[in-house]
């Protein structure tokens, strides 16, 4: 039999009951003495680069803003039109279906057409007319909505 783990085991120095040795640490850590202060740039050719960089920045901003503004205009425009476009075909709409049923002699039917056409465009004088026939006959025949004329 080997001596080796028992002749560490015995050669091991006495200490005191319930104490911790001390260990010397593997790695010291680093003191650094970094002094901050503020300086000078090295040369005028590094304020010239940062300068014309600002520069290009900015114009570069300015016109993305620019065109991005110039763009919102334009779809805002289209919106506007392409909703006046579907206003009108609404409109052309609801009056033909609303003279059809007048025609036919579904008086509320077309009174409910009339009525949403006069939403759309409250100031138009044909629609007014026929939501007035309508009206009286409505008030002829069936006796209901006799006070809802329009001027």
Not at 13 to 36: G, H, I, M
Not at 91 to 100: D, E
């Amino acid at each position: 039999m080997g001596l080796g783990i028992h002749k560490w085991k015995y050669s091991k120095q006495s200490r005191r009951l319930f104490s911790v040795p001390q260990k010397d640490p593997v790695t010291k850590a680093q003191n650094y003495d970094w002094e901050f202060k503020l300086g000078y740039w090295k040369n005028a050719s590094d304020i010239l680069i940062r300068i014309t960089l600002f520069i290009v920045l900015v114009t570069v901003s300015i016109r993305v803003c620019n065109r991005w503004m110039r763009y919102e205009k334009q779809l805002v425009q289209y919106e506007l039109k392409h909703q006046e476009l579907r206003d009108n075909r609404g409109f052309k709409f609801l009056v033909n279906s609303g003279k059809y049923r007048l025609d036919t002699g579904n008086y509320r039917g077309a009174l409910s057409e009339f009525k949403l056409a006069m939403a759309i465009f409250p100031d138009d004088k044909e629609v007014k007319e026929l939501y007035n026939q309508t009206i009286m006959a409505l008030c002829y025949n069936c006796n209901t909505n006799c006070d809802e004329f329009v001027n």
